[in-house]
């Protein structure tokens, strides 16, 4: 299994702040994708990045995938309270599955 | 949304029965899922399938069976609970596409199992 690290565990911000977040691993992946979860319900896909150097954005949120292929970073400028919630990292390699990381969870208060 | 539905969506039982997760799902979608979501694990992979009657096991398989006798449905049994199976349950659905593996995944809403 290939592991996948998220850093911070946790993370708690005033409305407007920007942050961002990292999922780091040893391994490359041919692909890799971000989710948000929300209390009581499934995660949501963000995006899916894979290529090296890729850059995506999604209104406030920028996804970034390294040039090798085993690190991404998720930023948001301007941090809303629905912003609020679980963010996972999931990477793929050869097979059907995908390892996930153990998360973000972010607090964003008014 | 993807369509995909739980049941039942809260559970409580007792060490040692059977207890079967159903889920169903309507976008025809060749691969479906099953993982386990713990505080300090985030989420493991149970079981997978890849086709009707085609299952693989995941990285936390043991104490677990799983069947798949129809696209939409894909069935997790826990054959005799153990306390240690108290969790949170999704699966999820993704399309086959050819030459590209690591589809995105949708999620189903979970079931929360817990076992006394």
């Known amino acids: 299994t290939q592991l996948l690290e998220q850093s911070p565990q946790f993370l708690s911000i005033q409305e407007g702040e920007n942050l961002t977040v990292y999922c780091n691993s040893s391994?490359?992946?041919?692909?890799l994708q971000w989710y948000r979860q929300e209390p009581g319900e499934g995660p949501v896909l963000l995006v899916t990045?894979?290529?090296?150097?890729e850059v995506k954005k999604l209104k406030r949120l920028t996804f970034q995938f390294g040039d090798a292929r085993k690190d991404s970073s998720l930023h948001i400028t301007a941090a809303q309270p629905g912003d609020t919630g679980l963010y996972l990292c999931?990477?793929?390699?050869?097979?059907?599955?995908?390892?996930f990381g153990k998360g973000t969870s972010l607090l964003v208060t008014p | 949304d993807a369509g995909i539905t739980q049941s039942p969506r809260h559970k409580v039982t007792e060490t040692g029965t059977p207890v079967t997760l159903r889920c169903h799902q309507t976008?025809?979608?060749?691969?479906m899922y099953w993982y386990r979501q713990d505080p300090g694990h985030g989420l493991r992979l149970i079981h997978y399938?890849?086709?009707?009657?085609?299952?693989d096991k995941g990285e936390v398989s043991d104490g677990y069976s799983v069947s798949r006798s129809k696209t939409e449905d894909f069935l997790l049994t826990l054959e005799s609970a153990t306390s240690s199976q108290t969790s949170v349950y999704f699966c999820?659905?993704?399309?086959?596409?050819?030459?590209?593996?690591?589809?995105?995944?949708?999620f189903g809403d979970g079931t929360r199992l817990s076992i006394l």
């Open positions: 999820a659905i993704s399309e086959s596409r050819t030459g590209s593996r690591n589809q995105p995944q949708h």
């Open positions: 391994s490359v992946f041919s692909s």
């Open positions: 990045v894979v290529t090296g150097g």
């Open positions: 999931a990477g793929g390699d050869s097979g059907y599955a995908l390892n």
């Open positions: 976008e025809n979608h060749r691969y």
């Open positions: 399938s890849y086709g009707v009657k085609d299952t």
